[in-house]
T-cell receptor
Framework: GQQVMQIPQYQHVQEGEDFTTYCNSS?????IQWYKQRPGGHPVFLIQ?????EVKKQKRLTFQFGEAKKNSSLHITATQTTDVGTYFC???????????FGTGTRLKVLA | DGGITQSPKYLFRKEGQNVTLSCEQN?????MYWYRQDPGQGLRLIYY???????QKGDIAEGYSVSREKKESFPLTVTSAQKNPTAFYLC??????????????FGQGTRLTVV
């Protein structure tokens, strides 16, 4: 069945360093979403990507959708302590009703 | 305030007992979902419902049951048939029947511990 893998599983960075998490699907996706879950909290929607090669930015966050629509990445520039949490991608294939969530990347930012 | 509410936040049950987790939303969303989250893993879909009085199995439905008698409510029962019920359970809703062409709104979650 469809699988969505994320790497790395964990990442510790010094405050001010950049961070990237990668999401890879075993099948071609119709769209992909990204969520952030703070420690002890629930996932909160960040963004959705639909088009091949699409790039979207939200302040220090840059999201990319691969040309083949099988991978995606989230890049954070100059991390802050408020960026701490687990970042999930969720991929959907056309004709299905559901998104498959990736395993998540847990980010820790050291002050 | 509009939102999605799960209760209780923490729940303890003895092995062999059924337990029901509550999920209520006042967002007027058609679709509702239950996910299970285990440490080091992503969210796995248990059940979803696109409309009142209808629901579908997700990837890990065995040992769980749901009902959707009202638009705003989607309770999840963890039965004694579920072999590893201890987990963090998340309920979500979305405005359309196809999650995630629109964003999903998640509840605060219920942490179930079976002893």
């Amino acid at each position: 069945g469809q699988q969505v893998m994320q790497i790395p599983q964990y990442q510790h960075v010094q405050e001010g360093e950049d961070f990237t998490t990668y999401c890879n699907s075993s099948t071609t996706l119709s769209n992909i979403q990204w969520y952030k879950q703070r420690p002890g909290g629930h996932p909160v929607f960040l963004i959705q990507l639909v088009k091949s090669g699409e790039v979207k930015k939200q302040k220090r966050l840059t999201f990319q959708f691969g040309e083949a629509k099988k991978n995606s990445s989230l890049h954070i520039t100059a991390t802050q302590t408020t960026d701490v949490g687990t970042y999930f991608c969720a991929g959907k294939t056309s004709g299905t009703y559901k998104y498959i969530f990736g395993t998540g990347t847990r980010l820790k930012v050291l002050a | 305030d509009g939102g999605i509410t799960q209760s209780p936040k923490y729940l303890f049950r003895k092995e062999g007992q059924n337990v029901t987790l509550s999920c209520e939303q006042n967002l007027n969303h058609d679709a509702m979902y239950w996910y299970r989250q285990d440490p080091g893993q992503g969210l796995r879909l248990i059940y979803y419902s696109q409309i009142v009085n209808d629901f579908q199995k997700g990837d890990i439905a065995e040992g769980y049951s749901v009902s959707r008698e009202k638009k705003e409510s989607f309770p999840l029962t963890v039965t004694s048939a579920q072999k590893n019920p201890t987990a963090f359970y998340l309920c979500a809703s979305s405005p359309t029947g196809t999650l995630l062409d629109t964003e999903a709104f998640f509840g605060q979650g219920t942490r179930l511990t079976v002893v």
